[in-house]
């Protein structure tokens, strides 16, 4: 476990590979103010979270640019972030410093994931299935739920564990993820994730994410501002995302999802790190 805290924390110091972080949520509903809560109070969990799944799942593809800021208690860094995903298949996430230069970038689909730190000359790789194993608190995370969130358009944890009931203008689903307690909030009018909070087994905020400044674009909600959280081990991280272009819906290319990792970089296989942290603890 030793190993896998400092992967996390040296990843997190050059990278932004925790921004998916939180499993969050997505959007719902329209007409008057009474008739909608009144509907509200009579909607059933599973068909407010299939409408919200379904704004994701009108995403055909995705591009997008603006700043990024990560701040954690070793980095502070302010930049410009590219992201282009083409839903259900592939990720890939860039960040550049002043000038263009390369700070790093993250790519990801089903089956693999990919990181390159050029301060560090560092190549990260492994399963896509072990990145949450590193990333995010130790939580079952699906690649669609990491591509969602960094787009916005999130597909939120559901499962029979998950009860919904009004608050004030939104939905409220309160569940299980792991040992974690999952709350999150559903825009009443858009079905699209507002915010959401994870609660760790001591009864602590381990992690909270939050959607705002959402525009209709292509048929989909997406939000132009992106804020996460992440406490690990007591260290408060913090991530923002300000999308100045989103264009959902246009071509992208292969072209787009390539990238260049020098000859003389060391590369560090995080799937084989997890196969030796879990033989340890034998």
């Not at 009474?34 to 969990?45: G, I």
């Not at 999130?154 to 309160?174: T, Y």
């Not at 996460?228 to 246009?250: C, H, K, V």
Request: aromatic fraction near 12%; hydrophobic fraction near 40%.
């Amino acid at each position: 476990m030793k190993r896998t805290r400092v992967l996390f924390r040296r990843l997190c110091h050059r990278t932004f590979l925790f921004a998916g972080l939180l499993i969050l949520p997505a959007a719902f509903i329209s007409c008057s103010s009474s008739s909608r809560l009144a509907k509200l109070h009579d909607a059933k969990a599973a068909e407010v979270y299939s409408r919200v799944a379904d704004n994701y799942r009108r995403l055909r593809s995705f591009s997008g640019s603006g700043k990024i800021i990560i701040e954690t208690p070793e980095l502070q860094y302010a930049g410009t972030v590219h992201v282009v995903a083409r839903p259900p298949d592939s990720l890939i996430v860039k960040v550049e410093a002043a000038f263009g230069v390369d700070v790093g970038f993250f790519f990801a689909d089903h089956d693999r994931f990919a990181s390159y730190a050029p301060l560090e000359n560092t190549y990260y790789t492994g399963r896509t299935g072990d990145a949450p194993e590193l990333l995010f608190f130790h939580i079952e995370v699906s690649f669609e739920e990491i591509m969602s969130e960094m787009i916005g358009a999130v597909v939120p944890p559901f499962d029979s564990s998950f009860a919904m009931q009004v608050d004030g203008d939104d939905l409220r689903f309160d569940g299980k993820r792991g040992d974690y307690h999952v709350t999150y909030w559903i825009d009443a009018k858009k079905f699209v994730v507002k915010r959401g909070v994870l609660i760790d087994g001591k009864n602590k905020v381990a992690g909270k994410q939050e959607f705002s400044r959402f525009r209709k674009k292509s048929g989909v909600w997406l939000p132009q501002l992106i804020r996460a959280e992440s406490r690990p081990a007591g260290a408060q991280q913090r991530l923002t995302i300000f999308y100045e272009r989103i264009d959902p819906g246009n071509k992208v290319t292969p072209a787009m999802f390539t990238f260049k990792v020098p000859a003389n970089a060391k590369h560090i296989d995080l799937s084989a790190e997890v196969s030796k942290d879990s033989d340890e603890q034998r």
